[in-house]
C-alpha cells in the first residue's frame, strides 16, 4: 500500500502539490474562526450539583449577583483608610459608573474591610453571550483605562481583578504565549534540523510546509467544533503549535532519514523517495495511527475540555500525517539531492558513529541494559504518589504580574481569600410556595458555622421568593485544595442537611464547579486510560502481528508515564514548593507520553523486526537496530522535546507544567525506553517476543516466514 502511495506521489509531484494548495484555499477560506473559552463550568455535563445551581441562578436570578470585575482600592502609603478616603473611593465609584461604559450594569462601592486596609468597587458586566464574545474584556480593559484619571491626586492605588479580570488577562497572556512559543518552537526545529543535516532547504521545508497545514488543521478543527458543538479550551491554541510542528517535524525526520539510507545504498533519488515511504510509510502511518487514536479516546470523557480538546489534536496529527505520506514527499521528490545542499555528507556513511558503540554494547549485555534502564524509571515513578491536582486554571494561564493576579493578593489584605469568587447556596422551594422567612436565618448560621466558610450574606430573595440566595465567601482561596475540600465535604453536607422540610439546597460558584470536575475527571481516569492502551495494543498486534510484544512495549510506555509523573512531582510539588499540579496534566501527559511513545517504540520495533528479518540473531538485531534506527529516535526525542519545552517560557504555571511534563516525558521515552529499554527486553526474549508469528524472519516461499532463511 506505502509503496503504491510513493509510486504515485513521485510521478506526480506538481498534481500532489497543487490538490494541497487548492484544498488549503479552500478549508482556510471558508472556515469559521477558531474561538476558545476559559469558562470552566461550559465543559461540566448538566447533571452535575454546580451546573444545576447555575440553572437554578440563571431562573430565579437573571441579573447576575457575583460582581464579574472588582476594584481593589489601599492607600498608596499602605496605611489604614481614613473616612475620607472612603468617600473619594465612593466618588471614583460614582464617577466611572457615570461614564456609561459599555456592557458595565452597575458600579457598587461598598465599605472598607474590616481593618481598613482595602476597600472595594463591585463591577457587574453583562453576562457572556458566547465563548468568543468579548464584551466583558473589553469593558474590564475601558474600566482598566479610566481608572488611573480617577485616581490621580488621590493618595490611593488601585487595580481590577475578579473573574472577567483574570478572563481578560489570560487571553492577554495566551497571545503572547502563542508569540513566544511560535518563534521559539520554529527557532529550535531550524537549528536543530541544520546541524543534523547541514542544510538550509531540510531546515526550512517543515517550517514552510508545516506552517500552511496548521492553517488547514485549524480549519478543519473550527468546522469540527461547529458541526458537533464542541468547546475549544484556551489553552488548544498553544497545543496545536507545538503538536503540529513537533510531531509533522518527526514524520519528517522518519522519512528523510529513511530516503537519505537509500540513497547511501544506491538508489537514484525517485526510487529512493518511493522506497523510503514504502518502508517508512508503515511505521509513520502506524505511530499517527496509535496518537489519532489515543486523542480520540477523550471523546469517552464527561468533560467536555477533554472531549472537545482530543478530536481537536487528533485532527492536526491526521492532517500531519497526509501530508508527511503525500506532500513531503512530492516537495522533496521535485527538489532530489539538492534536498541536502550545500552537504555533501548524505553520499558517505558516518564512521565511528557512536549509535554504532550502543547497539553493540546493549547487544552484548542488554539484560545489565534492560535493568538500569527500567530501575531508574521505577524510581522515578515512586514520586508520582505524591501527586496533587491543583484547578487554578484561572491564575494559572496567566502571568504571575498581571493586573488580576496583583490585586487578587491585595484584596486578601482585608477579605477572605475567597471574596474574589465565592460560593452560592441556593435554598429553593420544591412546592412552589414562598419560603417560610423564620426559616431562613436558622438556615444562615447554621452555613456560617461550617469550619472553611469566612461569611455568609443575608439571602437575597427571588422575586417570588421561592429561591434564596446565600452568598458564601470562603476563608480560603476558591480554587485552592482547602477550599475544594471545605465545599465537597461540610459545606454541601450542611447545606443538603439543615435544608427546611420542602427545600432543596444546591450549592453553586466556581468552587463547586471544580469539585464536581474532579469527581469528572476521576471518571474519566479510569475510562478513557484503559480503552485508549487497549486501542493502540490493538494496533500494535496488528502491526507486529504479535501478542507477546505489544504487551511489554504497552507496560513500557506505562512506566515511562509514571516515571514522568514523578518527575514532574519532583520537580513542581518537592523542589518548588507548589501546592499541587494542574489537574489535567495526567491525562495531557498520558496521551502525549503513552501515544508519543508509542511513536518511538513503533519506529524502534520495526527496524528491529527489518534486521531480524535480514537474518541476524536478536542480540545483532537490536544492536543494528540502535545503530540504524538510533539517530532518528534521538533526533525526532530531541526536537519535540525542545519544542514541548518552549511552553515553559508562556510565563504562567499551566503551560509551564505542561511543557516541562511533556518535553520530560518524551525525552524519557525516546533516551531511554526507546533506546535503551525496549530494545533490551526484546533481545533477552528473542523470537519469543514475535509469538505467535514469525515476524522476525525472512519470508520463505508464499510469504511464509521461516527462521534459517535470509531475506534476498
Same mark, same amino acid.
Given at each position: 500500500m506505502f509503496a503504491a502511495v510513493g509510486r504515485f506521489v513521485v510521478r506526480h509531484p506538481v498534481w500532489v502539490i497543487v490538490a494541497w494548495v487548492i484544498a488549503a484555499a479552500a478549508v482556510i477560506g471558508f472556515a469559521p474562526t477558531l474561538t476558545a473559552t476559559t469558562d470552566e463550568a461550559s465543559f461540566l455535563p448538566s447533571h452535575y450539583e454546580s451546573i444545576r445551581a447555575i440553572e437554578v441562578q440563571r431562573k430565579a436570578f437573571p441579573q447576575a449577583t457575583t460582581p464579574a470585575a472588582i476594584i481593589v482600592f489601599e492607600r498608596q502609603d499602605d496605611a489604614?483608610?481614613?473616612?475620607? +478616603?472612603?468617600?473619594?473611593?465612593? &466618588?471614583?465609584? @460614582?464617577?466611572?459608573?457615570? @461614564?456609561?461604559?459599555?456592557?458595565?450594569? &452597575?458600579?457598587?462601592?461598598?465599605?472598607?474591610?474590616?481593618?481598613?486596609?482595602?476597600?472595594?468597587?463591585?463591577?457587574?458586566?453583562?453576562?457572556?453571550?458566547?465563548?468568543?464574545?468579548?464584551?466583558?474584556?473589553? #469593558?474590564?480593559?475601558?474600566?482598566?483605562?479610566?481608572?488611573?484619571? @480617577?485616581?490621580?491626586? /488621590?493618595?490611593?492605588?488601585?487595580?481590577?481583578?475578579?473573574?472577567?479580570?483574570?478572563?481578560?488577562?489570560?487571553?492577554?497572556?495566551?497571545?503572547?504565549?502563542?508569540?513566544?512559543?511560535?518563534v521559539a518552537?520554529?527557532?529550535?526545529?531550524?537549528?536543530?534540523?541544520?546541524?543534523?543535516?547541514?542544510?538550509?532547504?531540510?531546515?526550512?521545508?517543515?517550517?514552510?510546509?508545516?506552517g500552511a497545514v496548521s492553517q488547514v488543521a485549524t480549519g478543519l478543527i473550527a468546522w469540527a467544533n461547529d458541526a458537533f458543538d464542541l468547546k475549544t479550551d484556551s489553552s488548544v491554541s498553544a497545543m496545536l503549535i507545538v503538536v503540529l510542528f513537533g510531531v509533522g517535524t518527526d514524520y519528517i525526520l522518519f522519512l528523510m532519514f529513511r530516503y537519505r539510507e537509500r540513497l547511501r545504498m544506491g538508489?537514484?533519488?525517485?526510487?529512493?523517495?518511493?522506497?523510503?515511504?514504502?518502508?517508512?510509510?508503515?511505521?509513520?502511518? /502506524?505511530? #499517527?495511527?496509535?496518537?489519532?487514536?489515543?486523542?480520540?479516546?477523550?471523546?469517552?470523557?464527561?468533560?467536555?475540555?477533554?472531549?472537545?480538546?482530543?478530536?481537536?489534536?487528533?485532527?492536526?496529527?491526521?492532517?500531519?500525517?497526509?501530508?508527511?505520506? %503525500?506532500?513531503?514527499?512530492?516537495?522533496?521528490?521535485?527538489?532530489?539531492?539538492?534536498?541536502f545542499w550545500p552537504s555533501k555528507a548524505w553520499r558517505h556513511e558516518p564512521t565511528g558513529a557512536r549509535f554504532t558503540a550502543i547497539g553493540r554494547s546493549l547487544g552484548r549485555r542488554p539484560a545489565l541494559y534492560a535493568a538500569v534502564s527500567g530501575g531508574a524509571l521505577?524510581?522515578? #515513578?515512586?514520586?508520582?504518589?505524591?501527586?496533587?491536582?491543583? !484547578?487554578?486554571? $484561572?491564575?494559572?494561564?496567566?502571568? *504571575?504580574?498581571?493586573?488580576?493576579?496583583?490585586?487578587?493578593?491585595?484584596?486578601?489584605?482585608?477579605?477572605?481569600?475567597?471574596?474574589?469568587?465565592?460560593?452560592?447556596? !441556593?435554598?429553593?422551594? +420544591?412546592?412552589?410556595?414562598?419560603?417560610?422567612?423564620?426559616?431562613?436565618?436558622?438556615?444562615r448560621e447554621r452555613l456560617a458555622g461550617v469550619p472553611g466558610v469566612g461569611q455568609v450574606a443575608e439571602p437575597a430573595l427571588s422575586p417570588d421568593r421561592t429561591v434564596a440566595n446565600y452568598v458564601v465567601t470562603l476563608a480560603d482561596t476558591p480554587q485552592s485544595a482547602a477550599a475544594l475540600r471545605t465545599v465537597d465535604g461540610p459545606l454541601r453536607k450542611t447545606a443538603h442537611a439543615a435544608a427546611p422540610d420542602g427545600t432543596t439546597a444546591l450549592v453553586g460558584g466556581i468552587t463547586a464547579v471544580f469539585v464536581d470536575i474532579q469527581a469528572a475527571v476521576d471518571r474519566d481516569y479510569a475510562v478513557v486510560f484503559p480503552v485508549a492502551a487497549v486501542l493502540i495494543m490493538v494496533i500494535l498486534g496488528l502491526l507486529l502481528r504479535s501478542i507477546v510484544a505489544p504487551w511489554y512495549l504497552m507496560l513500557s510506555v506505562g512506566l515511562g508515564f509514571a516515571a514522568t509523573l514523578g518527575a514532574t512531582v519532583l520537580?513542581? @510539588?518537592?523542589?518548588?514548593?507548589?501546592?499541587?499540579?494542574?489537574?489535567?496534566?495526567?491525562?495531557?501527559?498520558?496521551?502525549?507520553?503513552?501515544?508519543?511513545?508509542? +511513536?518511538?517504540?513503533?519506529?524502534?520495533?520495526?527496524?528491529?523486526?527489518?534486521? #531480524?528479518?535480514?537474518?541476524?540473531?536478536?542480540?545483532?538485531?537490536? $544492536?543494528?537496530?540502535?545503530?540504524?534506527?538510533?539517530?532518528?529516535?534521538?533526533?525526532?526525542?530531541?526536537?519535540?522535546?525542545? %519544542?514541548?519545552?518552549?511552553?515553559?517560557?508562556?510565563?504562567?504555571? *499551566?503551560?509551564?507544567?505542561?511543557?516541562?511534563?511533556?518535553?520530560?516525558?518524551?525525552?524519557?521515552?525516546?533516551?531511554?525506553?526507546?533506546? !535503551?529499554?525496549?530494545?533490551?527486553? *526484546?533481545?533477552?526474549?528473542?523470537?519469543?517476543?514475535?509469538?505467535?508469528?514469525?515476524?522476525?524472519?525472512?519470508?520463505?516461499?508464499?510469504?511464509?516466514?521461516?527462521?534459517?532463511?535470509?531475506?534476498?
Open positions: 489604614p483608610l481614613t473616612d475620607a +478616603d472612603a468617600a473619594k473611593v465612593a &466618588a471614583i465609584g @460614582q464617577a466611572l459608573g457615570g @461614564q456609561r461604559i459599555r456592557n458595565v450594569v &452597575a458600579v457598587v462601592p461598598t465599605p472598607p474591610s474590616p481593618n481598613r486596609l482595602i476597600q472595594i468597587v463591585a463591577v457587574q458586566l453583562n453576562p457572556q453571550r458566547s465563548a468568543g464574545d468579548r464584551s466583558q474584556a473589553d #469593558a474590564v480593559q475601558a474600566l482598566r483605562d479610566a481608572l488611573p484619571a @480617577q485616581l490621580a491626586d /488621590s493618595g490611593l492605588k488601585a487595580g481590577i481583578t475578579g473573574t472577567a479580570a483574570q478572563a481578560l488577562d489570560a487571553q492577554k497572556s495566551g497571545d503572547r504565549a502563542n508569540a513566544i512559543i511560535g518552537t520554529i527557532g529550535l526545529i531550524l537549528v536543530l534540523l541544520l546541524i543534523i543535516f547541514r542544510s538550509p532547504i531540510i531546515a526550512l521545508l517543515p517550517v514552510v510546509v508545516i538508489e537514484d533519488p525517485k526510487t529512493a523517495m518511493i522506497n523510503a515511504v514504502a518502508r517508512a510509510g508503515e511505521a509513520i502511518a /502506524s505511530a #499517527a495511527g496509535a496518537v489519532i487514536i489515543a486523542f480520540l479516546a477523550l471523546i469517552l470523557s464527561t468533560l467536555g475540555l477533554f472531549r472537545s480538546l482530543g478530536p481537536a489534536l487528533a485532527i492536526a496529527v491526521a492532517t500531519t500525517l497526509v501530508a508527511g505520506l %503525500t506532500l513531503i514527499p512530492a516537495v522533496v521528490s521535485l527538489l532530489g539531492t539538492k534536498v521505577v524510581v522515578l #515513578a515512586v514520586f508520582a504518589l505524591g501527586f496533587h491536582p491543583n !484547578f487554578d486554571l $484561572s491564575s494559572g494561564s496567566t502571568a *504571575t504580574e498581571s493586573e488580576s493576579n496583583v490585586w487578587s493578593g491585595e484584596l486578601r489584605k482585608g477579605l477572605p481569600a475567597g471574596a474574589t469568587e465565592p460560593s452560592n447556596v !441556593f435554598l429553593r422551594s +420544591d412546592t412552589g410556595a414562598p419560603l417560610p422567612a423564620e426559616q431562613l436565618g436558622g438556615y520537580i513542581f @510539588q518537592i523542589g518548588l514548593g507548589e501546592p499541587g499540579l494542574i489537574f489535567i496534566l495526567p491525562v495531557i501527559m498520558y496521551l502525549f507520553v503513552v501515544a508519543l511513545g508509542t +511513536d518511538y517504540n513503533i519506529l524502534m520495533i520495526a527496524r528491529l523486526r527489518e534486521e #531480524a528479518r535480514e537474518g541476524r540473531s536478536p542480540r545483532d538485531a537490536a $544492536s543494528m537496530a540502535i545503530r540504524h534506527a538510533g539517530p532518528t529516535v534521538a533526533a525526532a526525542g530531541l526536537i519535540l522535546a525542545g %519544542t514541548f519545552a518552549s511552553l515553559m517560557l508562556a510565563g504562567n504555571s *499551566t503551560l509551564t507544567q505542561m511543557g516541562f511534563a511533556i518535553s520530560c516525558g518524551i525525552a524519557i521515552v525516546a533516551f531511554v525506553m526507546s533506546l !535503551f529499554l525496549t530494545p533490551a527486553i *526484546t533481545a533477552l526474549l528473542g523470537h519469543a517476543a514475535w509469538w505467535p508469528g514469525h515476524e522476525d524472519t525472512a519470508p520463505g516461499p508464499g510469504g511464509r516466514h521461516r527462521r534459517d532463511e535470509p531475506i534476498a
